[in-house]
Structure formats: C-alpha cells, structure tokens
C-alpha cells in the first residue's frame, strides 16, 4: 500500500484508528462483525481513502463488504465529527487477502520444513 505523501500518510494512519473504534464502539450492522482495519491509503488530495479490512472468518468477507458498504455514509460523518480536516475523504473499502496469503504460506513452510525433519 503505497502512500501518496507524508500528510496523506498521517491522515490515512489518523481515519485507520478512528474508524476501528468508530465501527467497534457505534456500528450496529451484524453483516460486519468481527473485522479488522489493516491499513488506509489516501489519495494525493485526501479526497478518497481506500480503507483495507481483514475478516477472521473467509465466509464472512462479502457480507461485512456490503455491511461496510452501506454503512459509508454513516462512517464518513462520524469521521467528520471526530476529525477537523477540510473535506473528510470518500470512503471506499476493499478486502485485504495478504493476512490469508500470509497464513496459507506460513502453513505451506510448516509443512515443507515438517517433511524435511523426517527425511
């Protein structure tokens, strides 16, 4: 996740930890559930934030998207209140498959190194 400049970055790093508590502490949509925010990149302009989230459970991923989705509208003005920037940014969410990629090939090392222990 490449950041635009150093504001963006303070930005992204400032809405990534006030949406997690913002979706902990107010969001009532049950499509969400358990999710976790992995990281916001910022467009040059901080017009647009591409929030990234994680699911514990693989099932639940488009669900908690839609839930997030149409909860846009709600997160962006809670972000609002909590945050003095000019114009609070787009808010657009996208699923983060590295933590799954990341689990599935540290499985896939345990067992390679498993079978060199045998031999």
């Not at 992995?38 to 989230?53: I, K, N, R």
């Amino acid at each position: 996740m490449a950041r635009a400049n150093g504001r963006a970055q303070k930005v992204g790093d400032q809405i990534q930890r006030e949406l997690s508590d913002i979706i902990f502490r107010e969001l009532r949509d049950p499509r969400v559930g358990f999710i976790t925010l992995t990281g916001v990149e910022m467009s040059p302009d901080c017009s647009h934030a591409s929030v990234f989230f994680t699911c514990l459970e693989s099932a639940r991923v488009e669900p908690a998207l839609v839930g997030l989705q149409r909860a846009a509208g709600f997160l962006r003005t809670q972000l609002g209140r909590r945050m003095r920037l000019f114009t609070t940014p787009q808010l657009h969410f996208k699923y983060d498959a590295s933590v799954e990629r990341g689990d599935r090939l540290s499985r896939l090392i345990d067992a390679a190194n498993a079978e060199h222990v045998k031999d």
